[in-house]
């Protein structure tokens, strides 16, 4: 069984999209002369709450009010201004995105490429922000390329990005095996849901990583012996060629599905992942 598709989500694995999201709040916020403002570490710590899931803007400002500004039984009261706040943050993050403000990941358009090249299918997840993310590759990338990969809106899939029938549907939608597909994620939790649904799986993280949980097996629904399997870390896009890091990639994909579908026969190890992953407690790839 060999590598079909390559599933990646959207924030933080592709593009550095949260950043975009927190400036957008930031702005909401001045426009509306509330005096609150989201620096990184506030920002961080509303997604680490979140679990991994994707949450609509409205309900990150709701936990934000709920924990520092108001009484949980006086949200009611600002329901209209909460609603107010997403729609005009929904506005001023598609200017982002159609200004070029939002910027591909370091490394992710050559490997884009290379992948490509070698004949994987590639997707993106969006959750509500399809449109901005068909915007962000036609503008950062070659017509050819950018027309070649698949845009997932999550929305037809799940109510959010929550669970294991999300992966399964995803691969469902593409027509593919969930055996030949790999998702690329920016959180465990979500690392853990495509495990559950039986897709491999590996993490990348950008400016806000969801790290807190991962060095526990048990919080990524895995046993001790074989946490380390399902553990791979990918730190930056331009850490190796791309070539090499399609064959890493291959390589775990290869190594978690001999766990997942252990009847199955799948292509040995390459030397690339025996000699250069290290192992740690984590196996990881390092600049």
Known sequence: M????????????????????????????????VGWHWDRACY?????????????ASALIEAFLRERVVRP??????????????????????????????????????????????GITLAIMARDDSENCRTLLETR?????????????LKPHCDMKNGPSTYSNIATALDMDMRRCLVVE?????LAEARAAGIAGLMTWGLYPRMDDITSPRNLGL?????????FLLNRWDCAPPRDLLS??????????????PSDIFSPASAFLQNEVNHVGLRHLEA
């Not at 924030?11 to 909401?28: C, K, L, P, S």
């Not at 920016?186 to 979500?190: E, G, L, R």
């Not at 046993?223 to 553990?231: E, K, L, P, Q, W």
Request: charged content about 25%.
């Open 2 to 33: 060999t590598l079909g598709t390559i599933i990646f989500a959207l924030d933080g694995v592709i593009a550095e999209t949260h950043e975009a999201r927190r400036e957008a709040f930031n702005d909401v916020f001045s426009e509306a002369g």
């Open 141 to 153: 990338l070659p017509a050819e390329l950018s027309g070649a990969i698949e845009i997932i809106a």
């Open 73 to 118: 039984r006086h949200l009611g009261d600002l329901s209209n201004m909460i609603a107010a706040m997403e729609r005009r943050h929904a506005s001023l993050l598609r200017d982002r995105f159609a200004h070029r403000r939002v910027q591909l990941r370091a490394g992710i358009a050559p490997f884009l490429h290379a992948a490509a090249r070698e």
């Open 44 to 56: 961080a710590q509303l997604l680490r709450d979140s679990r991994g899931q994707e949450l609509a």
């Open 186 to 190: 920016s959180s465990a939790p979500s």
């Open 248 to 261: 890493y990639i291959r390589d775990v994909h290869s190594m978690q599905c001999r766990l997942l579908y």
């Open 223 to 231: 046993t001790t012996s074989i946490a380390d399997a399902f553990i």
